[in-house]
């Protein structure tokens, strides 16, 4: 079986700044897959990287089998043109630490908006379908609402409605509830649960240990750009062989 | 008395609410000499006008001329044509600017640092007599003429201030592109869309409510400006009531005509940029606030209640 996401040596500089260094990894599909680590280790690039928001420098990046923003002739890499990177990008579903809702578009045109206008369906196929998500991330009654009028663990369900409402194949999060009051993360949590269940390949960054461990199915620790350390949930988060995974576990658990 | 009042209502009902505070209000002087003063300024003022040897029916005489209604007409034409030339120039400007490609970016800068730094008279008097520098206009297949037949006063004024205008709007547009949060493009784009789509379907929707509002003065200005266009024998609202004060002695009443109908056109522009400043804030507050005819029938529905519970 083809590995949803694999990594080989994937480097990522801004300017002079070094943010990954060399990451090298596999996600199986099916599989939840969390990304930890302190703030600047490189987790959010990495995740970027990975729908082809940001570019890499070297190494290569493949994504159900194809490479990410390019194509290969022989041993020459091609880039993709713009149609074929948004084309790519279709399959891989998103999730922001700041939601980016469309603020001038209620709920429910949040969510039939790129299949409308990417997807080319019908309003009223994509209508079904987006209030039957809407439904199932439990905000049915909410539809007409704009996202000023709603909460943000809401806000946070109708964009991740709006990710799942373009069928992708994989989902990524990028700290999904780091922008949370801490009495709304539960209620985000519990929808990314639900879809793990159901089987969807997610790439998770994430401060939510509690989480990593009762849903994950694997967990990497990154600092400074490189993979510390990775494994099943239980090995990496109660019994860490490296000193930087059990200094940093240390301080947020 | 409190046990009293909660016996005399009915269970449950919350207690009355406390009494309100009855002070004596500091007393604000000044402000009624301000107020004497300025009204004493302003009848000083009507007063001057009153005595002067102002011919005051001639204004509604002329109101409904035939020549000043053509040039009213001819004002809000002009007005309404540069706008969209400006306007839409504009747009591609500002896109222009802010593309990657340093050749179109750099003539869009070239475009408004030369039309914004030249005065608009001048640029008016420019195209006008252009004639001295060209005998003949040649678009190879499509148009050939004389450049008198070419450069009416109408498309002298339409260039002079729409060209003029496209240098101010492609600022604003660039403004509020540049508003709009990447978070919201990146989203866009990691749904797949295309640039062209992220533009307009979430850029330009969300850059509007920055928009709009500098765009409805410069609306405003250009009707203003337009008066400018006499410089290219431009028929228009001055020019209309100009010639109309002369053939009829009635000089300076005319230009207080000219002065009555620019402020008509200007307030009427005024309530247009109202509504559709509200229509663009959609979803950026949680409420729209009430247009003034809501208000006023709010208000209404609230007095007729209040009377209606006097009345049972």
Redesign the interface.
């Known amino acids: 079986m083809t590995a949803m996401v694999k990594a080989e040596g994937v480097h990522k500089s801004f300017g002079p700044v070094q943010v990954l260094k060399g990451i090298d990894l596999e996600v199986a599909p099916r599989e939840v897959f969390c990304l930890i680590g302190p703030s600047g280790s490189g987790k959010s690039t990495f995740l970027r990287c990975i ?1 082809h ?1 940001e570019k890499i420098n070297s190494g290569r990046l493949y994504v159900d089998g194809d490479l990410v923003g390019y194509r290969q002739k022989g041993d020459k890499l091609y880039e993709l043109k ?2 074929e990177v ?2 790519k ?2 399959d ?3 999730v ?1 630490q ?1 939601f ?7 709920a429910l045109e949040n969510v039939i ?2 299949p409308v ?2 997807k080319r369906e019908t309003k009223a196929v994509a209508r079904e379908r987006a209030l039957r998500l809407l439904d199932r991330v439990g905000l049915g009654d909410k539809a007409g609402n ?4 709603l909460s943000g663990g809401q806000q946070q369900r109708v ?1 991740i409605a ?2 799942l409402a ?1 069928e992708p194949k994989l989902m990524l999060f990028d700290e999904p509830t780091s922008a949370l009051d801490p009495e709304l993360v539960g209620e985000v949590l519990d929808v990314m649960r639900g879809l793990a269940e159901e089987g969807m390949t997610m790439i998770v960054v994430t401060h939510e240990m509690g989480f990593a461990r009762e849903v994950g199915d694997s967990v990497v620790f990154m600092d400074d750009g490189v993979v510390v350390e990775s494994g099943q949930p239980r090995e990496v988060l109660t019994n860490p062989r490296h000193e930087r995974t059990k200094s940093f576990l240390s301080k947020v658990l | 008395m409190t046990t009293k009042i909660e016996k005399a209502g009915p269970v449950g009902t919350p207690p009355p609410a406390p009494e309100n505070i009855k002070a004596i209000p500091v007393r604000h002087y000044g402000r009624w000499v301000a107020a004497v003063i300025t009204i004493a300024l302003l009848a000083l003022l009507i007063s001057a006008f009153a005595r002067g040897d102002v011919n005051w029916g001639a204004i509604p005489d002329y109101f409904f001329d035939g020549e000043v209604l053509k040039g009213v007409r001819n004002t809000v034409w002009i007005t309404i044509l540069s706008m969209v030339l400006g306007v839409a120039l504009g747009i591609v400007l500002a896109v222009m600017r802010l593309s990657k490609n340093p050749v179109t970016a750099s003539i869009a800068w070239g475009y408004i640092w030369f039309f914004r730094g030249t005065p608009v008279y001048v640029q008016l008097l420019v195209w006008f007599n252009l004639g001295l520098v060209f005998d003949y206009i040649n678009i190879m297949p499509i148009y050939k003429d004389e450049w008198s037949d070419f450069m009416t006063p109408f498309l002298a004024a339409l260039l002079g201030l729409g060209l003029n205008e496209a240098a101010y709007m492609a600022e604003i547009c660039r403004a509020g592109i540049q508003s709009v ?1 990447e ?2 493009s ?10 062209a ?1 992220t533009l307009r ?2 850029v330009l ?2 850059a509007m409510r920055v928009i709009v509002p500098p765009t409805g003065n410069e609306f405003i200005n250009m009707l203003k400006t337009t008066s400018l266009v006499i410089a290219v024998q431009y028929w228009d609202l001055l020019q209309a009531t100009s010639e109309v004060g002369q053939n009829s002695g009635a000089t300076a009443e005319m230009l207080f005509l000219a002065a009555a109908w620019y402020l008509i056109l200007t307030s009427v522009l005024s309530v247009g940029q109202y509504y559709l400043e509200r229509y663009y804030a ?5 409420s729209l606030p009430a247009t003034p005819l809501q208000r006023v029938r709010a208000n209404l529905l609230s007095f007729s209640n209040r009377s209606g519970g006097v009345g049972a």
């Not at chain 1, 980016?100 to 209620?106: C, E, K, S």
Request: hydrophobic share 35%.
């Open positions: 729908n928001l713009d149609r948004a084309e990008r279709r891989i579903g998103m922001f700041r980016n809702l469309f603020p001038h578009m209620t908006e790129a206008q990417v704009y996202p000023s009028q964009a709006r990710a373009m | 949060d978070g919201q990146e989203a866009a784009q990691a749904l797949g869309m295309s640039h789509k379907r979430v929707p969300q959609r979803g950026s507050s949680r």
